[in-house]
Each structure stands twice: as structure tokens, then as C-alpha cells.
């Protein structure tokens, strides 16, 4: 063997090394890339779930608005109802006072008892009318109750509506 053969032979042999040197460089960065994309893969699926989570929550915020809203309304309809009550009841209190006779003594202070008594309990029946829920009823269509008053809808865009909800887990917090 000549000497140029020797020599290109050690050549060739620090070349492949350098290869080697530098596949191995290469073969950790491409692991750490691929881990990365595992981690920005796995960055993303938890974006999506709480989107949806939040899709949800708000979802039930909107249906527990509605709720609160009937629920007010109802209070707000039944205490008009007792305040013109009350108020029918206050117009014909003079009239009803006119027509009894002036007592004295002991049989007066009876009659104011008597007639605190009498009051309270009405009142207390009153009140606990006002607390017992009312039947269910059937809701009108959100068309009927749009001239009413149509709310904003902020997060309409924030959400593309048309894609299939995502299921719910069973129990669990959110």
C-alpha cells in the first residue's frame, strides 16, 4: 500500500467521523423538535378543552340569566298585583272606618289587638303567597318576547356555532 493510499484512507476515516459528529448533533435537535411538537400538540389540545369549557359556561350562564330574568319578572308581576291590592285595600279602609262606632275604654284596646292580630296574619298569609312558586307555565317563543327587549349577544362571534358541542363529562368539577 502507498502512502497516498494511507493517507486517503485516514482521510476519508476523519471525514466519516465528522459525518458521525454531525448526524448525532443533528439527531438530538431533531429530538428536541419532535418533543417541542409533542408539547405544542399537547398546548393546543388543553386550548381546545377549555375553550369548550368556557363554551359551555357560558352556556349555562345564559341559560341561568333567563332563569334569574323569569324568575324576577314573576316577583316583579306578583308584587304589582299585591301593591294594587294593598292599594284597593288602603281606598276602601277609610270608608270601613267611618262605619264603627266610637269604643271606649277596655273594649277599644281589645279591638286594636284584635285588629293587629287580624293584620298580621293577613299579612304573613300575603307574604307567604308571594314566596310559593308559581305553576310552571308554558314560555312563548323567543320571537314573541323579541319587541320586548332584544339583548346583546357579545360572544356571538367568539364561537362558531355550527360545530357539534362537545360532549360532557360525567360528575367532576369544571
Known sequence: MSIIAIGMNLML???????????????????????????????????????????????????ATDEAHDALADRIAKARDLTAKLDRQ????????????????????????????????????????????RPERERPARAALAPMRERPRFDDDLFDMDAEPAPRRAGGAR
Not at 476523519?14 to 428536541?32: P, S, V
Request: net charge positive; proline share 3%.
Open 90 to 133: 288602603l281606598q276602601n279602609a277609610p270608608q270601613a272606618s267611618a262605619r264603627v262606632e266610637p269604643l271606649r275604654g277596655r273594649d277599644r284596646e281589645d279591638l286594636e289587638l284584635g285588629d293587629v292580630e287580624r293584620v298580621t296574619h293577613r299579612l304573613g298569609s300575603l307574604l307567604s303567597a308571594a314566596r310559593q312558586p
Open 13 to 63: 476515516a476523519g471525514l466519516l467521523t465528522a459525518a458521525l459528529l454531525m448526524g448525532y448533533r443533528l439527531n438530538g435537535r431533531l429530538k428536541a423538535l419532535r418533543d417541542s411538537h409533542d408539547g405544542f400538540a399537547k398546548a393546543v389540545a388543553e386550548l381546545d378543552t377549555a375553550a369548550a369549557r368556557a363554551e359551555q359556561g357560558l352556556a349555562d350562564l345564559r341559560a
